[in-house]
């Protein structure tokens, strides 16, 4: 080779010089990013392009730049309406000409589609966006054969195979569709999630095996992940977590609309700028609320995951997932959206097992392969939120790609790996798994392997005769969730692979057999244990839990016992247990946070709080007690406009059978909801009802024998009067006492 052909070879080539000159005119950027150069040479040279690139790697572009640079009109095929209006008025932001790009679906007019006809004839615009379904009217496609088109590009192509976590079946039609416009267009496969699978399924489908194949790196290494088990409490754990990210923008996402709702209801309670999202509100109230969004008037969206979609907000700070999502690639998606800048990006997800039986529930009823696709996902699921090692390598393994936790990027950004838990050597133990899969044949999946370690049967063992084998019951030392942890650990780390097309059948890998014949060390965690993560981990109130400060505890007991000496009054009647229990759980030290504490209200925080508050706040100085911040959640009080109607009509002096008859509830039952109000320190006076049921006399000695009492028990006072006075009234003068006296 020549001097001057080698000189001529490092030159740029006049396309190079081009796509640097459209990126900079059509977009204002000076460089590309990851394989977005790469992608669009291969477009631009008319081949058949697939495209794997992770939610924020800049996936739109790629399509976005040839098809402005090039002649006719390039069609986008994408199954959402938002996001193509999304990229719609993005690209009309880009150009003069207001034609550039249309949106070609059924909630256009005639006239509309009209205009977007003679654009496209006209040769103004140059990106078509479509949903699958427009194809398939024979107007379009009729009109589509006369024009230019210079080439098809299938946005969210993993909607074509049944093993996507998006499956779309009009999708399956796609090719058939493009051959009919026209033969020899290039087709454009965009995904933003495959395994390895749904790759070789797009490719099958669209017909375009040869395709030239481009597949950026999933790793994300400003985000965080996050497992926490899910207790009853999970609304004031995902409450503090985002008053500790105040102003920070963020996503939580939740599987039902209704508790969408609840939870917006309740963080907009505790002083959070927060709206609802879901399929369920009116189409302006979803565009008000993402714009609002968008343009930071609320904080946080509680959205059901209609929501995300194409929303391209860079600067999300945390993603939360109320509920598990049904498979690794919806979870990697949602938390997609997190930390696109480069910045900060948090992802905590609650897991409890439960919700993972709830989505099983779900799928009853579905054709068996379906059932058995969704089984596998779900498994995977569990796999991710139990494991002990590095989550970010659970999931890239899972995308078909290596990570190493000490050289990779964003390596010890997740809870496993900053908060290791204890290893220990399992060389014995990870050869008995391996021989197992061995020794029956490869044709079991991972629960019926645990199943034989320990010794149980089931049909599929019974049918296969493996329970009468030497090996079966050989691992019955350790329990299940233990060879459970084992075997995904041996998976990860290569001795093992899932096949996909018998939905998880364990084979071998020749690493494995390897390990058979000479063991090496082989160093397990034990995975985290979420058996029990829907009882309430953070013990509640009333249960008096081991949670509660024992020590703080008997210093308010001793102080409450003061206060009642010197006001002469029974302890009861200014804080009950439950409440100094509260008050030793959260450290209330302000008369407002006194004020959320349970069964207290504004009326008693201030009449009786304040040598409560002082005792607390010395005590948190004294023991450097951390306190969470902002323990004080308020509920919803899905009830509190049943106290606000007794309350009026308790005013009104309306016959209190009458109140709760109106209400539909028994009167043991109003009674119980009289008791509440008194008890978190508002006035309630029923004195004319009680005046109704019982005389002066009868009033005097209920009132002593309160004033004399040790606890306010209904059990005690009906002992005492020994069938003088029914439950009811006794429940009915304490009431009046209560409020009288304490309130």
């Not at 058949?48 to 095929?77: D, H, R, W």
């Not at 690209?91 to 679906?105: C, F, P, Y």
Request: glycine share 6%.
């Amino acid at each position: 080779m020549t001097k001057t052909e080698l000189s001529l070879k490092n030159l740029p080539s006049v396309a190079e010089f081009d796509i640097y000159a459209g990126l900079k005119k059509y977009f204002g950027f000076t460089r590309f990013k990851g394989l977005q150069e790469e992608v669009i040479k291969s477009i631009l040279d008319g081949k058949n392009t697939f495209v794997v690139m992770p939610t924020g790697g800049g996936k739109s572009l790629c399509y976005q730049l040839p098809a402005l640079m090039q002649e006719g009109t390039a069609i986008v095929v994408s199954p959402l309406i938002a996001l193509m209006k999304n990229q719609v008025d993005a690209l009309r932001a880009l150009s003069s000409e207001e034609g550039i790009a249309h949106v070609l679906n059924s909630s256009l007019n005639k006239t509309e589609v009209k205009k977007v006809k003679s654009d496209i004839a006209n040769g103004i615009t140059k990106l078509l966006y479509v949903a699958p379904e427009s194809l398939t009217k024979e107007e379009y496609v009729a009109f589509l054969q006369t024009q230019k088109i210079s080439f098809m590009a299938i946005d969210e192509a993993h909607c074509i195979s049944e093993w996507g976590h998006d499956f779309r079946p009009e999708y399956r039609n796609l090719k058939s569709i493009i051959q009919r416009i026209g033969d020899d267009i290039a087709i454009i496969g965009l995904t933003a999630t495959a395994t390895p699978k749904v790759q070789e399924d797009i490719l099958k489908n669209l017909g375009m095996p040869n395709a030239n194949a481009f597949k950026a790196s999933f790793n994300r290494p400003n985000l965080y992940y996050e497992i926490r088990p899910k207790t009853k409490s999970v609304d004031s754990d995902i409450i503090r977590f985002v008053k500790q990210n105040e102003g920070k923008s963020g996503i939580i996402y939740c599987l039902s609309r209704k508790r969408v709702e609840e939870l917006a209801q309740a963080l907009q309670v505790n002083g959070i700028k927060a709206v609802p999202y879901h399929a369920g509100l009116d189409g302006k109230t979803r565009v008000k609320h993402q714009d609002m969004f968008l343009m930071e008037d609320v904080d946080v969206v509680v959205a059901t995951i209609a929501f995300g979609m194409g929303i391209d907000k860079p600067d999300v700070r945390f993603v939360i997932h109320n509920d598990i999502p049904k498979s690794i690639e919806s979870y990697y998606q949602e938390t997609g959206r997190a930390g696109r800048d480069g910045g900060e990006g948090h992802c905590l997800a609650f897991y409890s097992y439960k919700d993972i039986e709830k989505l099983e529930k779900f799928m009853s009823g579905k054709p068996v392969a379906e059932q058995e696709i969704g089984h596998a996902l779900l498994q995977e699921v569990v796999g991710f939120a139990e494991t002990s090692m590095s989550r970010r390598k659970f999931i890239l393994h899972y995308f078909g790609e290596e990570f190493d936790n000490e050289t990779g990027e964003g390596g010890m950004m997740d809870d496993n790996m900053r908060y290791p838990k204890k290893k220990h050597e399992a060389k014995d133990d990870a050869q008995l798994l391996l021989e197992v899969v061995a020794k029956t044949n490869q044709q079991y999946k991972s629960k019926e392997i645990v199943n034989v370690l320990i010794g149980k049967v089931n049909a599929l063992i019974k049918s296969h005769r493996t329970d009468s084998q030497a090996y079966f019951g050989s691992g019955a030392q350790h329990e299940a969730p233990y060879w459970m942890a084992l075997l995904r650990q041996l998976l990860v780390a290569g001795y093992l692979k899932k096949d996909i097309e018998t939905y998880g059948v364990i084979h071998l890998t020749p690493l494995g057999k390897e390990f058979i014949q000479s063991p090496t060390s082989f160093m397990m965690t034990e995975d985290h244990s979420f058996k029990d993560a829907n009882d309430d981990i953070i013990v509640g109130v009333q249960k008096g839990g081991e949670v509660v400060d024992q020590n703080l505890f008997k210093l308010l007991k001793a102080e409450l016992k003061k206060v009642a000496h010197d006001l002469d009054l029974p302890p009861f009647v200014i804080f009950q247990e439950p409440s100094l229990e509260d008050m030793a759980l959260k450290y209330p030290i302000t008369l407002e946070e006194l004020s959320n504490v349970h069964g207290v209200g504004e009326g008693k925080a201030k009449k009786y709080g304040e040598p409560f508050v002082k005792i607390i706040q010395n005590y948190v100085e004294d023991n450097d007690i951390i306190r969470p911040e902002d323990f004080v959640v308020k509920s919803t009080g899905s009830n509190s406009s049943l106290k606000l109607y007794i309350i009026q009509n308790v005013d009104r002096k309306l016959a209190l059978p009458d109140i709760a008859s109106a209400k539909g509830l028994e009167m043991p039952e109003f009674i119980k909801e009289m008791e509440a109000i008194v008890y978190s320190g508002t006035k309630l006076n029923i004195t004319y009802w009680v005046d109704e049921v019982l005389d002066e006399d009868q009033q005097e000695e209920i009132h002593e024998y309160f004033l004399e009492a040790k606890s306010d028990n209904i059990e005690e006072a009906l002992e005492e009067f020994d069938g003088d006075y029914d439950e009811e009234e006794l429940r009915l003068y304490r009431i009046k006492f209560i409020s009288e006296v304490g309130n």
